[in-house]
């Protein structure tokens, strides 16, 4: 048994497991508050949590595993839900009781998961959570008798209203005390399987030991029942001689004899569960039309159901834009003042530098962020709870399956045309672990907020003013358009190509849950609200921080920066003093400066040796270096060219010196280096390059592998290069 | 009475029927199965998405989501 760091006492660990939708999280949260840890398994993309049982004198852990409908441990989910409860996971021990969590208002169906979990052995506790639609709705549920039948003991809750948890909390504690009595094998849904297969199960578990691989009975049921399932893949992965073989003999004899794989299995626990409720259950009447129904005729009908889709979209990403403005620009606001705050106290130099540009300017360009994440995952989190996701999953899914994904990939895509790091942090209400892998590939190429201000740079220097139809069409605005709308064109046969190559096989299920909408729990949303932000500033903000200085530095080092801190200085000294020209003067020796010294830096240097590279994009070595620069987070390149090109590093989108700079720029030979070619080229390198860091460490968060974010750094950068490759060569004899 | 066997995706809105079989024995087979669908069951149609795939599906009292590939594999017993 594990010790507590704190108290050296010693630290009992419960496992809390149910179906989705059972308010598993709400209960959670009131077992254990607000300070879960969360992580993830090691090896899987599955997110462990786990929580300190609060109220107690004992240190007990709650974990909370993955939702699931079974413990067949066909996805990672339920493999992980498996060898918890089994004590099979390296690093985690095991817990002593598993509490099994129903949904009170569809006792039937949640008890298959409860067989499963019976036959493992552990004591185990029935919670039956949303008691309180069985009292409103005016259900049958004697849970008493259910208590009985089973030997276990049963505990009714309403977790979104923290009824019953004290008293889930005096069974747990007692429990662990005197652990109720396993029960015996003719309790059990197993005992209801067909003679036929116990005679194959208990020969493979005889085999099993004398290959000194003694299994639990459960394993050995698990084995013979799921083809291609998860125990079976991990013993003929082990190097065991002959055990597929004997395996498949032994179904081929299972189905001589009558017992049809897997069949009899749904069959068999489905009887042992109505056999359970009998006369202590009495089923919904399914024909009625329940509000939720009612409901459900317009949210899914087929024009209003649509507009309905259309409007909440619309509002979740116009909300986005308007209410996230105010904060982000208040933390700029902040990041100005803590930067002017620095000048002031530190003179220039290396260290004031790394503090303003590298640290602030990191650490500002991740918060940042946050306004948004925090928006839309307070309406993701209100639509999930209310029910309403599911339906949008439904409406959305025919759309979705024509680029081989689901309905499910729609919001998360949607999002990332705000930002792509929330949007892949979204894909985790996506079970399909393959859909869930294309959609997050793909987010990235969806054209975020960060790609605007290029875009606009570019189009209002280099395309031409030209109107349409009596000026009510614009060149620049169609321009615009097509470069928003380029990343998810180009996400089409990326996500067709990633589900063809990378993730082929299994067949693609939508089963899907509709549970009844219900008001939203106040107490679940900002649960899941606070989590996605602290993740977010914990991991990502980390990374780009470390990403901002490495840039930094290289843009700084090596370099005598003697003369540009005296010039900074007399520029400081002028504009005290109000002094128009010396401000004007200095500005001017300031910026010499430092195109001076970022010629000469690593990033100069890697510049110009890279513009081979770049030359046939259309870029100059300035160019080249702008945009490895921008690699941490895109949106600095407009910083970066008006700091080669010699403005200083305060520009913005539509400053017009720096178009007019870039427009005068040429080449040795007195051609210009920008014209439509090359800012069409460097528009699609931008709508199609992984430039982010933020976006790819959480991609290495959530899918807990550094292999992933690698991957996808290096398919979009080749698809940017031979993108704004193709643009150039199609377009350098039209300009 | 003649028993009217159809394939779950060929129930209009309102309809219903008794589950006869689940075809076949892969994953999808056990999926639908293990959330409900078993044999004897009664099923009722009540709507379709907008662009006429899924479809929803209520059974054992709760809504299920199916699409098209996964409805063809239950066989019902149409309700008259």
């Known amino acids: ?735 | 009475m003649t028993a009217l066997n159809v394939t779950l995706d060929e129930l209009d809105p309102g309809e219903s029927g008794i589950i006869v079989e689940i075809l076949g024995n892969d994953v999808i087979a056990s999926r639908l199965m293990e959330m409900g669908l078993i044999e004897d069951e009664p099923i009722a149609m009540i709507g379709r998405a907008p662009m006429g795939d899924p479809t929803e599906y209520s059974v054992q009292g709760y809504r299920i989501s199916l699409r098209k590939n996964e409805s063809t594999r239950v066989i019902v017993r149409k309700d008259p």
């Open chain 1, 1 to 735: 048994m594990p010790n507590d760091i704190a108290t050296s006492k010693p630290v009992r660990i419960v496992a809390l497991i149910g179906n989705p939708n059972t308010g598993k999280s709400s209960l959670f949260n009131a077992l254990c508050g607000m300070n879960a840890r969360v992580g993830n398994y090691p090896g899987v993309t599955v997110e462990q949590k786990v929580g300190r049982l609060l109220g107690t004198a004992e240190c007990i852990d709650v974990i909370d595993l993955p939702g699931t409908y079974s413990l067949a441990a066909r996805s990672a989910d339920e493999a992980v839900a498996v060898n918890v409860l089994s004590g099979d996971l390296p690093q985690q021990s095991k817990p002593e009781v598993a509490i099994v969590i129903l949904d009170a208002s569809n006792v039937e169906r949640n008890l298959y998961l409860f067989s499963q979990i019976y036959e493992l052995g552990l004591p185990v506790i029935v919670v039956m959570n949303m008691w309180d639609r069985v009292t409103s709705e005016g259900l049958v549920v004697n849970a008493e008798l259910l208590s009985q039948r089973l030997g276990v003991p049963v505990v009714c809750t309403s977790a979104n209203k923290r009824q019953g948890i004290d008293e889930l909390r005096k069974k747990i504690e007692q429990t662990l005390r005197i652990p109720n009595a396993s029960p015996k094998p003719e309790q059990l849904a197993r005992s209801m399987f067909p003679e036929a297969f116990h005679h194959e199960a208990s020969q493979l578990s005889e085999w099993l030991a004398s290959q000194g691989r003694k299994s639990s009975a459960y394993q050995v049921d698990r084995l013979l029942i799921d083809s291609d399932g998860h125990f079976q893949k991990t013993i003929c992965q082990s190097g065991l001689p002959e055990i597929a073989e004997r395996i498949d003999q032994a179904r081929i004899r299972l189905q001589s004899a009558g017992c049809k794989v897997p069949m009899f299995e749904t069959k068999a626990r489905y009887a042992w569960v109505r056999k359970l409720i009998d006369g202590a259950v009495v089923r919904q009447e399914s024909r009625s039309a329940s509000p939720s129904d009612r409901i459900d005729r317009w949210l899914t009908h087929r024009w209003v159901g649509m507009l309905f889709f259309v409007f909440i979209m619309f509002l979740v990403f116009q909300s986005i834009t308007l209410f996230a403005q105010l904060p982000m620009n208040g933390i700029q606001w902040l990041q100005s003042q803590a930067s002017s705050g620095v000048e002031m106290l530190l003179g220039p130099g290396a260290l004031r530098s790394l503090i303003v540009d590298g640290i602030l300017a990191g650490v500002g360009g991740v918060l940042v962020f946050l306004p948004q994440i925090a928006i839309l995952f307070l309406f993701i989190a209100i639509l999930e709870d209310c029910g309403y996701m599911a339906r949008a999953a439904f409406v959305m899914d025919k759309i979705m399956t024509t680029v081989g994904l689901s309905g499910k990939s729609f919001l998360p895509l949607m999002s990332s045309f705000a930002c792509a790091v929330p949007g892949i942090m979204a894909t985790r209400t996506i079970e399909s672990r393959k859909d869930r892998m294309v959609t997050l590939l793909i987010a990235p190429l969806m054209s975020c907020s960060a790609r605007l201000p290029v875009y606009i740079l570019m189009v209002s220097a280099f395309v031409p003013a030209t109107r349409y139809a009596g000026g009510w069409i614009s060149l620049q605005g169609i321009v615009l358009m097509l470069m928003q709308s380029l990343g998810a064109v180009v996400a089409i046969p990326v996500a067709w190509v990633l589900k063809k190559f990378f993730f082929p096989g299994e067949p693609a299920t939508f089963l899907m849950e509709l549970h009844s909408y219900k008001w939203p729990s106040p107490t679940v949303i900002y649960q899941r609200v606070w989590e996605r932000l602290v993740a977010f500033v914990v991991r990502a903000g980390t990374l780009i921080f470390c990403t901002s200085i490495l840039i930094w530095a290289a843009a700084y080092f090596p370099g005598d920066h003697g003369s540009l801190d005296a010039s900074i200085v007399s520029l400081e000294k002028a504009t005290t003093a109000e002094n128009q020209p010396a401000i004007d003067e200095a500005q001017e020796q300031v910026n010499r400066e430092r195109s001076r010294l970022i010629e000469s830096s690593f990033l100069g240097r890697i510049g110009h040796q890279i513009e081979p590279m770049v030359k046939p994009l259309g870029w100059d070595w300035k160019i080249g270096v702008a945009v490895i620069a921008s690699f941490p987070a895109r949106e600095v390149i407009i910083a970066t060219l008006g700091t080669i090109y010699s403005l200083g590093s305060d520009q913005d989108e539509e400053s017009e010196g720096l178009q007019e700079q870039m427009q005068l720029a040429k080449w040795p030979d007195g051609k210009p280096v920008f014209n439509l070619a090359t800012a069409l080229s460097i528009m699609v390198f931008f709508a199609l390059c992984a430039q982010c860091s933020a976006t790819l460490m959480t991609i290495r968060r959530e899918t807990n592998s550094w292999r992933w974010p690698i991957f996808s750094f290096v398919y979009m950068t080749t698809l940017a290069y031979i993108g704004a490759w193709l643009t150039y060569q199609c377009f350098q004899p039209w300009s």
